[in-house]
């Protein structure tokens, strides 16, 4: 049985001579889903992150955490290695993260109440919730 387009089957491809052959991937586009609500899926993505909440410390607690951060800045010799957890509050909505950073405390800004750290890192004092170093150790 012979067909019509039995002839057709093994010709070339015909090629444009004005228009160059489409990508793979371009041909592909034409067909993609198109997205009519621009944006929507980020702010969706953005509503379902989560935060934490900021841990209000007690007095107890605020005095210890003091305590701590005087005996680091007043640290005779090379200044001792330091882990801050503090609270990083997110900027696109209500609550944070809790963050922990290792280093040596360069200085304290007193004026805005920040920690400098060695690799220009800055942390709020008061978002501060735990101080740690080996140098408590050697004290207590």
Do not use: C
Request: charged letters at 35%; glycine letters at 6%.
């Amino acid at each position: 049985m012979t067909d019509n387009y039995d002839d057709l089957l093994n010709l070339p491809h015909p090629t444009s001579k004005k228009h160059p052959r489409m990508s793979r991937l371009d041909r592909a586009a034409q067909f993609s889903p198109f997205a009519a609500l621009t944006g929507y899926d980020d702010a969706v993505k953005e509503t379902a992150r989560l935060t934490d909440r900021r841990v209000e410390l007690g007095e107890d607690e605020l005095a210890a955490l003091d305590e701590r951060l005087r005996l680091v800045l007043t640290w005779e010799g090379d200044p001792p290695l330091v882990s801050v957890t503090w609270f990083q509050p997110d900027r696109r909505k209500e609550g944070g993260s809790y963050v922990t950073t290792q280093g040596r405390i360069r200085k304290m800004d007193a004026l805005n109440r920040i920690l400098v750290m060695e690799d220009g890192g800055k942390i709020p004092v008061d978002d501060i919730v735990e101080l740690d170093s080996e140098i408590f150790n050697r004290v207590e």
